[in-house]
């Protein structure tokens, strides 16, 4: 156990984690400079388009230092808020972490958020300040930075280029050197966490596990300790990035790929314990809990009979994604489609990508909403995720609507901008700090309903792209709440329904109304579209039918036969207005998220 390093890497997006880790893997030999691609860790083509880790990826290397091998585990985490639970047991199964910021940007919110859970768990933080080839980078400024907004002793700080591969030396031996041996008992009963699991086309759901206590060996029988089943060991593997290396064991300190043979991926989550079956711990690894989705959003197939499709894809995905929740619902705008829960509004945007490019699906997703609280008139206290279900106003006694604990760092030139539009947003300053002349963090209280739908762009528009920002949940508040409906051609199109606060109902309908009545292509009768609050219409917009000169082929003659065909178009165009139906386009249901 003392020539093993367990460690993560801790960044905000961008700051070069990915390529960081590529250049830790060349620099150990771990693969072959022929077989070396960039972000070699990140699997995804969305994660490699975009810059972003979405699911974590581990590796065992062998480093030598002073004649003497090392195993160093480099247990990767995603860099977003949405995946900060899947962060959390990675880091609990490290005992140190490299601190990598950005010599550019400094420190940004994502990275503080992370700390946090880092220092939570005790965890030995090696400060790596990345990108010093370029012209703009301050490494001293960086230092500072960090120490006075984390608070982290920068003198020994390791300076280094992922891209050239400049000080990735120094930083094997830093990790060597500083971060700890793991501790445990070997002889004790078997006790691992369960920091990742997946789902593998030939294998089945398999676990990546960091062993505590005892030892893990092929054809053990192990327990999993929240769902009390019982399974077989198939085989052990150490995580490689181009093939797992087979192992007959793995020991107390050691990370290791667990094949069960089990086709569930919810019967080994995240964060879970395994044990001996015959010998079991007494206490599983605290902090594990089920992932629980925020934000909430409708997915339609367009094309109406490709539903069954959509569920077979979903549930695909829900093999390697335990963290997904759906169930089918109609709406009478769009037909058959399903209620999906996602971790947040990043985690929403990858599963209707993946869904689309991965399945070759066509998909409208409504307006993503919250998971509202409602205490009825009868004390009956229900959960609502879709704006239908709502009760009618009558039946309500309170809302209560999810908080967030948001933290904002910008440059001072833009705080004005920032405070203006968090004051928009229905939320309360907490603390407001100078980390250093120019730039400030902020911490705010806001409903998790004002940010879901486009707060991240419009931060990124009020601070020309120099904010960054994150967010943790904070429990429910009550709220001054009501539903507000769209009304076309008089029918009410479910999903196209928000809940707004009331002070900002008014404003909110017209300013939809305004929308749709540009979006809605003209019919050949006149279409109305309504806001409404219960029966209470409280905006209108009108789209004007499509004209057709029916008097064209009349000329000369007496007034009467034109005055005729006027009347008889008139009353082809009431028929048509009770049978006609309106098609809606897709943009309809985008201009829900994008009402400023």
Known sequence: MDNIRNFSIIAHIDHGKSTLADRLLQECGAIEDRKMSSQLLDTMDIEKERGITIKAQSIRLKYKKDGKEYILNLIDTPGHVDFSYEVSRSLASSEGALLVVDATQGVEAQTIANVYIALENDLELIPVINKIDLPSADPNRVKEDI?????????????????????????????????????????????????????????????????????????????????????????????????????????????????????????????????????????????????????FAGLYPIDTDRFEDLRDALNKLKLNDASITFEPETSTALGFGFRVGFLGLLHMEVVKERLEREFGLDLIATAPTVTYRVLKTNKEEIEV?????????????????????????TPTDFLGNVITLLNSKRANQKKMDYLTE?????????????????????????????????????????????????????????????????????QKGRELVKKMKEIIPRQL?????????????????TVKSMGKNVTAKCYGGDISRKRKLLEKQKEGKKRM???????????????????D
């Open 147 to 295: 120490e006075n907004t984390i608070g982290l002793d920068c003198k020994d700080a390791i300076l280094v280029s992922a891209k050239t591969g400049e000080g990735i030396k120094e930083l094997l031996d830093a990790i060597v050197d500083r971060i700890p041996a793991p501790k445990g008992d070997k002889n004790a009963p078997t006790k691992a966490l369960i920091y990742d699991s997946w789902f593998d086309n030939y294998l089945g759901a398999v676990a990546l596990v960091r062993v505590f206590d005892g030892e893990i060996k092929k054809n053990q029988e192990v327990l999993v300790m929240s769902t009390k089943k019982k399974h077989e060991v198939l085989d052990l593997m150490y995580p490689h990035p181009i093939k797992p290396i087979k192992t007959d064991k793995i020991s107390t300190g050691e990370i290791g790929i667990v094949v069960m043979g089990l086709k569930n991926i919810s019967d080994i989550m995240v964060g879970d314990s395994i044990t001996d079956a015959k010998n079991p711990t007494k206490k599983a690894i605290e902090g594990f809990e089920e992932a629980k989705p925020f934000v």
């Open 385 to 409: 995720q879709n704006p239908s279900e709502l009760p009618p106003p009558q039946e309500i006694e309170k809302i209560f609507e999810p908080y967030v604990k948001a933290t904002i760092i």
């Open 438 to 506: 120019d730039r400030v963090l902020l911490e705010y209280e806001v409903p998790l309903n004002e940010i879901v739908m486009d707060f991240y762009d419009k931060l990124k528009s009020a601070t020309k792209g120099y904010a960054s920002f994150d967010y943790e949940p904070i429990g429910y508040k009550e709220g001054d709440l009501i539903k507000l409906d769209i009304k076309v051609a008089g029918e009410v199109v479910d999903a196209l329904s928000i809940i707004v606060p009331k002070q900002k109902a008014m």
């Open 525 to 541: 009768f006149e279409v109305a579209i309504q806001a409404s609050i219960g029966n209470k219409i409280i905006a209108r917009e």
């Open 577 to 595: 207005k009770a049978i006609g139906k309106v098609h809606l386009p897709q943009e309809a249901f985008l201009s829900v998220l994008k009402l």
